[in-house]
């Protein structure tokens, strides 16, 4: 075999090589130019070139639309003439003005050499001083000639300093009459400048921006600034980011600054003039609240994703990670933006439905957020849904148990109600706030039920054998049920209990099962504060509620049920009236004790903590009322019903819930899903859970005791919706304190008062902080409502107000709604009377003292004013024990109260402009506000209307209970003297 | 259609799939008389014809292009992150038969009595520059525009701050460590971890002490190196490819074993009931309870090491490698037998855990001590 030639050069074609490596080349440049290309073209970029079109075009109709307005208007046109004119006879005047000119720049000029020469000899001053000091110390014998120079060329400066001022003089002199020639013309230049000055600013933006109108250098630089590789140096088109120190991000045990580039696209967002501008360009819809420099939330504060959530470090529709709020916007964003979700990000955007969870975070400690409605909705509903009993909500951490005492529920009620009232408590009471435990999605089938049925004997079982004695009155005196009837509705009851239908809600469907739901809301909510007193007849005796009426405290002392003070007859009156009401249901036959189903469920609790035989041999042993009762123990600890309700043996339980305190911020990882087909995200879950707690249970083979237990509240969509966006504001991030709202003490008193009105649902009746007041559909005259509570801190003294919340008195005796008595513990009251002096800014300790002082001429002007001729007070005022003559609708409280209850300084604003605290007040408005001085009786203190109201209220206060005075200036009617009311009997 | 991806799930249960991966490589490379017949009888060496891997390409794309018809399999294989181990599979196959293509013909003018391809290209000279230059210069270019255009269509997939309270399920090792930790699944971390890794180091590092054999050198070979090939390719392509590819494409949420078709279901349970050989011997075969001595206890397990690196190599030197001792000399052979059966205790250990659900063959937890 021959050996192959060598070759003669290299073993490879190097043409084909070459081509080889020019098309490689090509195709590496070319994917590099892609690179770049991808890297440049970024989406928001487009973004901000139609932003950055529209501001200008926005700028210049704007500046267009102030141009035509500036002259269409004749003040301006005005102006621009006079200034003209001014300017002509100004340049007529030229001879005198050059004059003029010419005589202050001589004077200048001379001004300049004299300062010159005497800073030389200032000079020369210092250096001849060192050397005569040093002449004198040295005995030297020049000392006497270096004093003389020195002090001649003291006396030389001396007088150039008075040349120099004479100079001033002269200036200032010809400066003077300069500014005489030209002072109209300056003036009218300065309206004329007023008038453009918004112009002016829109221009000088324009000059920015604007290409048509920018220099020619920054013309060729606009056009240049964002092309590939120079754009690093000052581009047009950047990211534009917010930080937030303050607010920082929670990434898993450290907290990094929140870096928002969300206004990268949302370029208008704090931008009035951009609300009608198309997303992502368009203003906050809220500009008083957010965004704005002057709202509360401003953009350079707070940024976005602080509330919104989502990834402020995304610059693209997708790694902002936005969340659409329903399929509808889900498959418009599909479309628009290829919206997919953004996998590993835990706090994506909050669908919009559910954007106001974000102000929980800094808004925690506030009874109701202002205008987060929903979210206010959301808090309302777990607080009366008493949520916070078996899930722990540090929000709601010591707020009382939401069901009834069932320490002497044996006093109260018998088995058999007990047994259907647990069965299915909407079928007795179908607006109840008892959830349903029984007959759910997951307990339906046929052994479940029969399960359920024995469950239930347990529960009532434990409950009447543990029930502690309670002892009741035997004697009750026969009452009406007609008069009942009319005294609940006008006493006051209603405000927080409904007889029948649900209250404020208009007629829909009893029962809250079905789909056409009644809305509620937070003013519906107060008035379903208590419980609902439908089918009561059947719950319990005459007896019972005869005694409970009288004094709710005797059986539960921890009771937020007040006392009305009732007479003996008025309970037994109303007694009779609400024990009418009984419920069939009730009536019906219970399912019979099944000692095998029984035994079932009391092996399943020993098999947990003892051997199957031991357990075996224990069940043998035990009784039908031992089992019930042990079945019955453990199965309340299971259900946790001991959240809501005292229970003999559960004292110290802990609640069976999960804590929701932070569950807003929970991995989505950590809910069950089970086999529920919807989007896996939080808010999905939270929400059908709410709308059926047992829901996840569906498809799964559970053992009884392995089953959800949440009872059902049956929540419609919406109440889930709202009570979701709730959850979902209980989160773990928190800003610094610098940015959580309520800083100070006196938002924590203001907080902590809220609160307390808020757990004594004081809004039922009154009106406080523009909020509450429901029962006033209840009473049929509106002026026989409780009061409005508007600017009480002004109005009332503290020690006044201590002692009425303690012992309420009648201010306003011809009510029939009674104020009730509470059972208040001191802190209480003190943090309302905080509550209302804080919410009107007054200073602690909330009042003065002040003493009345009037001369005997301010005495009989006072007493003229009172008298009918003048403002007729007693027209409505009860003065002592005197009522006036008018009928009660008409009347006004007792002057006697004032010294005691009212602030000297209200009483003066109020006689000034009563409409001012209460608009539609029945008080006349003595002094016309827009023509104060002269709207006062001109014949009294010389007219003058604030000496006039100050007398009047010292009068006031002088009155006491027996006001001798007074009888002499009031001339009332003779008939009133029979029109004594006994006060104190109420 | 869904009856065949059923049949290809259920055969892709370990048990079976593995058994078809190595008897698969027995009969493709075939250490023994019998498997070479059964490798004669198929063709075998029609593979590695041109048309042969034309086929081999052919079946493989469309197998992947019906895989990508199914909603569950596109879910795992385009991943991005998955993507280079698709090319992998890919990759891996080429050359295998690119090398087995090349030795066959060598092998076959051998046989005639020529020499090999490359004997002839040897006398050539080839020049540094231009030849060798300019194409690793071409070369270099067409990678780099390749990975440039990868990374514009296939971003890294950046995540968000990472949880240490939450871990990603699975949780999977980078794609060159999954062989290493599908190891895990059969050994004592301490084993997989850390002496097997240094082990492979130091085997790899001894090939060419080992291997005196000068035959095959410089030129693509089978049959002169069969025993040296036969060895190298078990452990590269089931031991290692094949674990990476199962540990990326079959390797689900809580470790669990999904088919190519299956959904990755969190929720998916499968019993794992496994026990020491030292249980299995007392409690189940003798029915008596485990001897509180520890030695005594795992006494059986120590006797099957012993059996396995004492007696083995001496009876596998008098047997099937007479010819390998008798080359070696007794110090490589040595060497060469323990590196072997070490090797050789995964697949054993794997078997064993498929087939008896035997976890450790001595288990002294007491110690921390569990082969």
Same mark, same amino acid.
């Given at each position: 075999m021959s050996l192959p030639p060598l070759p003669p050069e290299s073993y490879y074609d190097p043409k084909k090589l070459d081509k080889i490596f020019a098309f490689v080349a090509i195709a590496l440049l070319l994917s590099l130019i892609a690179l770049f290309a991808k890297d440049y073209s970024r989406p928001w970029k487009d973004y901000q070139r139609q932003f950055h079109a529209l501001e200008i075009e926005k700028a210049r109709v704007k500046l267009d639309q102030l141009q035509l307005d500036l002259s269409n208007n004749e003040e301006h046109q005005r102006v621009l003439k006079d200034l003209k004119a001014a300017q002509v006879n100004l340049r007529q005047q030229s001879s005198q003005q050059e004059a003029i000119n010419r005589q202050m720049r001589a004077a200048e000029i001379i001004q300049k050499i004299h300062t010159k020469e005497s800073q030389f000899a200032k000079a020369q001053y210092g250096a001849l001083k060192y050397r005569y000091e040093k002449a004198v110390h040295e005995f030297s014998p020049d000392a006497a000639q270096l004093k003389s120079q020195w002090d001649a060329l003291a006396a030389n400066i001396e007088n150039l300093r008075l040349s120099i001022e004479s100079d001033d003089t002269s200036i200032k002199s010809a400066n003077d009459a300069l500014a005489l020639l030209q002072k109209d013309v300056k003036e009218l230049e300065k309206q004329r400048a007023g008038f453009a000055k918004k112009g002016e600013i829109i221009e000088h933006r324009l000059k920015k921006i604007d290409p048509m109108r920018m220099s020619a250098a920054n013309q060729l630089a606009d056009m240049v600034r964002d092309l590939p590789f120079l754009e690093l140096a000052n581009p047009n088109y950047k990211i534009r980011q917010i930080v937030l120190k303050d607010i920082p991000e929670d990434v898993n045990f450290m907290r990094a600054q929140r870096v928002d580039r969300c206004t990268t696209c949302h370029l208008g967002i704090d931008n009035p003039d951009f609300v009608n501008a198309p997303q992502p360009l368009t203003a906050h819809p809220h500009p008083e609240l957010f965004m704005s420099k002057n709202s509360p939330h401003p953009l350079d504060q707070f940024g976005c994703t602080t509330c919104h959530r989502g990834r402020g470090r995304g610059t693209d529709f997708i790694s902002a990670a936005h969340t659409p709020q329903d399929e509808e916007q889900k498959t418009k964003w599909e479309k628009k933006y290829g919206w997919v979700e953004l996998h590993h990000w835990d706090q994506p955007m909050l669908p919009?439905? %559910?954007?106001?969870?974000?102000?929980?975070? @800094?808004?925690?400690?506030?009874?109701?957020?202002?205008?987060?409605?929903?979210?206010? %909705?959301?808090?309302?509903?777990?607080?009366?849904?008493?949520?916070? &009993? @078996?899930?722990?909500?540090?929000?709601?951490?010591?707020?009382?148990?939401?069901?009834?005492?069932?320490?002497?529920?044996?006093?109260?009620?018998?088995?058999?109600?007990?047994?259907?009232?647990?069965?299915?408590?909407?079928?007795?009471?179908?607006?109840?706030?008892?959830?349903?435990?029984?007959?759910?999605?997951?307990?339906?089938?046929?052994?479940?039920?029969?399960?359920?049925?024995?469950?239930?004997?347990?529960?009532?079982?434990?409950?009447?054998?543990?029930?502690?004695?309670?002892?009741?009155?035997?004697?009750?005196?026969?009452?009406? #049920?007609?008069?009942?009837?009319?005294?609940? #509705?006008?006493?006051?009851?209603?405000?927080?209990?409904?007889?029948?239908?649900?209250?404020?809600?208009?007629?829909?469907?009893?029962?809250?099962?079905?789909?056409?739901?009644?809305?509620?809301?937070?003013?519906?909510?107060?008035?379903?504060?208590?419980?609902?007193?439908?089918?009561?007849?059947?719950?319990?005796?005459?007896?019972?509620?005869? !005694?409970? %009426?009288?004094?709710?405290?005797?059986?539960? =002392?921890?009771?937020?049920?007040?006392?009305?003070?009732?007479?003996?007859?008025?309970?037994?009156?109303?007694?009779?009236?609400?024990?009418?009401?009984?419920? =069939?249901?009730?009536?019906?036959?219970?399912?019979?004790?099944?000692?095998?189903?029984?035994?079932?469920?009391?092996?399943?609790?020993?098999?947990?903590?003892?051997?199957?035989?031991?357990?075996?041999?224990?069940?043998?042993?035990?009784?039908?009322?031992?089992?019930?009762?042990?079945?019955?123990?453990?199965?309340?600890?299971?259900?946790?019903?001991?959240?809501?309700?005292?229970? =003999?043996?559960?004292?110290?339980?802990?609640?069976?819930?999960?804590?929701?305190?932070?569950?807003?911020?929970?991995?989505?990882?950590?809910?069950?899903?089970?086999?529920?087909?919807?989007?896996?995200?939080?808010?999905?879950?939270?929400?059908?859970?709410?709308?059926?707690?047992?829901?996840?249970? !569906?498809?799964?083979?559970?053992?009884?005791?392995?089953?959800?237990?949440?009872?059902?509240?049956?929540?419609?969509?919406?109440?889930?919706?709202?009570?979701?966006?709730?959850?979902?504001?209980?989160?773990?991030?928190?800003?610094?304190?610098?940015?959580?709202?309520?800083?100070?003490?006196?938002?924590?008193?203001?907080?902590?008062?809220?609160?307390?009105?808020? !757990?004594?649902? @004081?809004?039922? @009746?009154?009106?406080?902080?523009?909020?509450?007041?429901?029962?006033?559909?209840?009473?049929?005259?509106?002026?026989?409502?409780?009061?409005?509570?508007?600017?009480?801190?002004?109005?009332?003294?503290?020690?006044?107000?201590?002692?009425?919340?303690?012992?309420?008195? =009648?201010?306003?005796?011809?009510?029939?709604?009674?104020?009730?008595?509470?059972?208040?513990?001191?802190?209480?009251?003190?943090?309302?009377?905080?509550?209302?002096?804080?919410?009107?800014?007054?200073?602690?300790?909330?009042?003065?003292?002040?003493?009345?002082?009037?001369?005997?001429?301010?005495?009989? #002007?006072?007493?003229?004013?009172?008298?009918?001729?003048?403002?007729?007070?007693?027209?409505?005022?009860?003065?002592? &024990?005197?009522?006036?003559?008018?009928?009660?609708?008409?009347?006004?409280?007792?002057?006697?109260?004032?010294?005691?209850?009212?602030?000297?300084?209200?009483?003066?604003?109020?006689?000034?402009?009563?409409?001012?605290?209460?608009?539609?007040?029945?008080?006349?408005?003595?002094?016309?506000?827009?023509?104060?001085?002269?709207?006062?009786?001109?014949?009294?203190?010389?007219?003058?209307?604030?000496?006039?109201?100050?007398?009047?209220?010292?009068?006031?206060?002088?009155?006491?209970?027996?006001?001798?005075?007074?009888?002499?200036?009031?001339? #009332?009617?003779?008939?009133?003297?029979?029109?004594?009311?006994?006060?104190?009997?109420? | 259609m869904e009856t065949i991806k059923h049949f290809i799930n259920t055969i892709a249960a370990p048990k079976i799939l593995f058994n078809i991966v190595v008897l698969s490589y027995l009969i493709i490379f075939p250490p023994f008389k019998f498997f070479q017949k059964i490798h004669d009888a198929l063709g075998v060496r029609r593979l590695w014809t041109k048309k042969g891997g034309m086929a081999i390409f052919s079946l493989m794309f469309l197998a992947f292009a019906f895989g990508l018809t199914d909603g569950n399999f596109r879910l795992i294989v385009l991943k991005p992150d998955n993507v280079p181990i698709v090319a992998l599979l890919f990759l891996v196959v080429f050359f295998v038969w690119l090398a087995l293509h090349q030795a066959q013909d060598n092998d076959d003018a051998i046989a005639k009595g020529g020499k090999p391809k490359e004997w002839a290209e040897s006398r050539e000279k080839v020049l540094v520059f231009p030849d060798l230059v300019y194409i690793e210069f071409i070369a270099l270019m067409i990678v780099a525009a390749l990975l440039v255009v990868w990374a514009i269509g296939l971003p890294a997939p950046l995540e968000q701050a990472a949880n240490p309270t939450v871990s990603p399920n699975p949780s999977k090792a980078p794609w060159y460590f999954l062989g290493l930790q599908e190891m895990l699944v059969y050994f004592d971390p301490w084993i997989a971890g850390v002496v097997f890794p240094t082990v492979i180091l130091l085997g790899l590092m001894c090939i060419p002490y080992m291997d005196k054999n000068r035959k095959g050198l410089g030129y693509y070979t089978y049959q002169d190196r069969k025993t040296a090939i036969n060895i190298f390719m078990f452990f590269w392509l089931v031991l290692w490819m094949f674990l990476i590819s199962i540990g990326t494409f079959l390797r689900g949420p809580n470790w669990n074993f999904f088919g190519p078709f299956e959904y990755w279901d969190h929720n998916k349970l499968e019993a794992l009931n496994n026990i020491n050989l030292s249980e299995l011997v007392y409690m189940i075969w003798l029915n008596q309870g485990l001897p509180s001595n520890i030695l005594w206890r795992e006494a059986p397990g120590f006797l099957i090491l012993i059996v396995y690196f004492g007696l083995l190599p001496a009876i596998l030197a008098k047997t099937i490698f007479k010819d390998l001792y008798a080359r070696m000399g007794v110090v490589r052979y040595s060497i060469f037998a323990v590196l072997f059966l070490m090797a050789l205790t995964l697949p054993i250990k794997m078997y064993l855990r498929w087939l008896f659900n035997i976890k450790y063959i001595v288990a002294i937890p007491e110690f921390f001590f569990n082969i």
């Open positions: 919009a439905s %559910l954007t106001q969870a974000g102000c929980f975070k @800094c808004h925690e400690n506030q009874t109701v957020i202002k205008t987060a409605e929903k979210l206010n %909705l959301g808090l309302h509903l777990i607080e009366r849904g008493g949520c916070y &009993n @078996c899930h722990t909500i540090k929000k709601y951490q010591g707020w009382s148990k939401s069901g009834p005492n069932l320490e002497f529920i044996a006093s109260k009620s018998t088995k058999e109600w007990a047994y259907h009232w647990i069965d299915d408590p909407k079928s007795i009471r179908p607006n109840t706030w008892m959830p349903s435990f029984f007959h759910q999605t997951n307990t339906s089938d046929p052994l479940s039920m029969k399960r359920s049925q024995q469950e239930i004997h347990s529960i009532v079982e434990y409950l009447f054998a543990n029930s502690k004695p309670f002892a009741l009155d035997s004697a009750v005196p026969s009452g009406d #049920a007609k008069k009942g009837k009319e005294l609940a #509705a006008s006493l006051g009851c209603l405000a927080c209990h409904n007889v029948g239908a649900q209250p404020g809600l208009d007629e829909g469907p009893q029962g809250r099962g079905g789909h056409a739901e009644p809305v509620r809301t937070r003013d519906s909510l107060r008035r379903e504060f208590g419980p609902s007193l439908v089918g009561l007849g059947s719950k319990t005796t005459l007896n019972w509620l005869y !005694q409970w %009426l009288k004094d709710p405290t005797k059986y539960h =002392p921890d009771t937020r049920m007040p006392s009305l003070r009732l007479s003996d007859q008025e309970a037994a009156d109303i007694a009779a009236y609400l024990i009418q009401d009984k419920s =069939p249901i009730v009536d019906k036959p219970i399912p019979v004790v099944d000692d095998k189903v029984l035994d079932g469920i009391v092996l399943d609790f020993l098999k947990k903590s003892s051997m199957v035989s031991e357990s075996e041999s224990k069940v043998k042993k035990m009784s039908r009322q031992d089992k019930l009762v042990f079945a019955g123990k453990r199965l309340i600890r299971e259900y946790g019903c001991y959240g809501c309700h005292q229970i =003999p043996g559960f004292e110290n339980e802990k609640p069976v819930g999960t804590e929701l305190t932070e569950e807003g911020s929970k991995d989505v990882e950590r809910l069950d899903f089970g086999f529920v087909n919807i989007e896996h995200n939080k808010e999905a879950w939270f929400k059908q859970k709410l709308m059926n707690p047992r829901i996840f249970d !569906q498809g799964r083979v559970l053992e009884p005791l392995d089953k959800a237990k949440m009872p059902n509240f049956d929540f419609t969509p919406q109440e889930a919706e709202v009570i979701t966006t709730a959850l979902m504001g209980f989160v773990k991030d928190r800003p610094s304190p610098s940015k959580m709202a309520d800083q100070g003490v006196k938002a924590a008193f203001i907080n902590e008062g809220a609160k307390t009105i808020r !757990q004594l649902n @004081c809004q039922a @009746c009154h009106i406080i902080d523009g909020e509450g007041g429901g029962i006033q559909s209840t009473v049929t005259d509106k002026s026989f409502s409780p009061p409005n509570l508007f600017a009480e801190g002004q109005k009332v003294q503290p020690q006044w107000l201590f002692e009425f919340l303690h012992a309420p008195t =009648p201010i306003r005796p011809w009510l029939q709604v009674r104020m009730p008595t509470y059972n208040f513990h001191a802190s209480q009251i003190n943090s309302i009377i905080k509550y209302f002096n804080y919410l009107d800014n007054q200073e602690f300790p909330f009042t003065d003292i002040y003493h009345p002082l009037l001369s005997s001429e301010e005495l009989t #002007a006072a007493q003229k004013m009172f008298s009918k001729d003048y403002f007729d007070c007693t027209h409505c005022h009860i003065v002592g &024990n005197k009522l006036p003559a008018g009928t009660p609708d008409n009347w006004a409280p007792n002057f006697a109260l004032a010294a005691k209850r009212l602030k000297p300084e209200w009483i003066v604003k109020w006689i000034t402009n009563p409409q001012d605290f209460l608009s539609g007040t029945k008080m006349p408005t003595y002094y016309d506000p827009k023509n104060f001085d002269a709207s006062a009786p001109g014949d009294i203190l010389g007219g003058d209307a604030k000496r006039q109201i100050r007398v009047l209220r010292d009068y006031l206060l002088t009155i006491s209970e027996h006001p001798l005075q007074v009888k002499q200036a009031v001339s #009332a009617p003779e008939k009133a003297e029979d029109k004594t009311l006994d006060i104190h009997a109420r | -």
